[in-house]
C-alpha cells in the first residue's frame, strides 16, 4: 500500500514565526502536492512538485514556499505565519506513468496560528 | 478551464436510506472522475474512480456512482446509509496528463441519522 506521511498531525504555531510542515511518501512517485484546506471552500493546491528540485505555484502560493531536494520528501514553508494561515495542510502524491491520476493523500496537519 | 460543483454541502438521510451525493464537472477534454471520503480529522480516501470503459463504476463500502457524459455529472449513491457513511466526500478531476493537480469540488458533508 502506499504510505504518505507527515510529520505532524497538530501543530500551534505564533504569528511571524517560520513554520515547516514535511511530508514523506515511500512508492517512489514522480509528484508531490500540498493542498490547504478550508471549511466551504475545499481543497485548494497550493505548489506542486513534479521532480526533485522542481516545483510549480498552484492557485493559492502566496505566503508559502517548498522544497524538494529528495524524491520522497516535499516540504511546505511558511515563511512568517499568520492567522489567515490557520488551517488543515494536506500532502498528497502520485505517479507520473500509469493512468489512473489518482493521488494518494496523508493524513493531515491540523496548524493553528495564534 | 476546469471545473467541480457538488451540489449541496449538507446532506441528511436516515440509516437506511438511500444516499444520493451530486457532482457536475466542466472539461475541455473527457475527464478522470474522482469521488474521496474524508473522516474527521483524517486525509482523504479514494471512494472510487472512473478513467475509462463502463460509466458506472464500484467502490469501497457500497458506493457507486455513473458517469453520464450528455449531463456532466458523476453522482454517488449507495443504496442503503450506515452509521459509518457519515464524513465529508469530495468530487474532483482531472485532465489525465501526469504531473497535473486534482481539481476538487467544495465537498458535502453527509449525516446518518438513526
Redesign the interface.
Known amino acids: 500500500d502506499v504510505k504518505?506521511t507527515q510529520s505532524s498531525?497538530y501543530l500551534v504555531k505564533r504569528t511571524g514565526e517560520k513554520v515547516f510542515l514535511e511530508c514523506v511518501q515511500d512508492m517512489d512517485h514522480?509528484?508531490m502536492?500540498w493542498?490547504r484546506q478550508d471549511p466551504?471552500?475545499?481543497?485548494r493546491?497550493i505548489y506542486?512538485s513534479?521532480d526533485v528540485k522542481m516545483k510549480e505555484k498552484?492557485d493559492i502560493p502566496e505566503g508559502y514556499s517548498v522544497s524538494r531536494e529528495k524524491k520522497e520528501r516535499f516540504s511546505l514553508i511558511l515563511e512568517s505565519a499568520s492567522t489567515n494561515q490557520t488551517s488543515m495542510y494536506?500532502c498528497?502524491s502520485n505517479p507520473?506513468?500509469g493512468?489512473?491520476?489518482?493521488?494518494?493523500?496523508?493524513?493531515?496537519t491540523?496548524l493553528t496560528v495564534t | 478551464a476546469q471545473s467541480v460543483t457538488q451540489l449541496g454541502?449538507h446532506v441528511s438521510v436516515s440509516e437506511g436510506a438511500l444516499v444520493l451525493l451530486r457532482c457536475n464537472y466542466s472539461s475541455s477534454v473527457p475527464p478522470?472522475l474522482?469521488w474521496?471520503v474524508q473522516y474527521p480529522?483524517?486525509?482523504?480516501?479514494?471512494l472510487l474512480?472512473y478513467?475509462?470503459g463502463a460509466t458506472l463504476v464500484k467502490g469501497i463500502n457500497g458506493f457507486e456512482a455513473e458517469f453520464k457524459k450528455s449531463e456532466t455529472s458523476f453522482h454517488l449513491t449507495k443504496p442503503s446509509a450506515h452509521m459509518s457513511d457519515a464524513a465529508e466526500y469530495?468530487c474532483a478531476v482531472?485532465e489525465?496528463q501526469?504531473?497535473?493537480?486534482?481539481i476538487?469540488?467544495?465537498?458535502t458533508t453527509l449525516s446518518v441519522s438513526s
Not at chain 1, 466551504?40 to 481543497?43: A, C, F, I, K, T
Not at chain 1, 493512468?99 to 493531515?108: A, C, D, H, I, R
Open positions: 504518505v498531525r514522480e509528484n502536492f493542498y466551504g471552500l475545499g481543497l493546491l506542486f513534479y498552484g494536506l498528497a507520473t506513468s493512468s489512473s491520476y489518482e493521488q494518494y493523500f496523508g493524513p493531515g491540523r | 454541502s478522470y474522482f474521496y480529522n483524517q486525509g482523504l480516501q479514494l474512480k478513467t475509462t469530495f482531472s489525465g501526469a504531473g497535473t493537480a486534482l476538487f469540488g467544495k465537498g
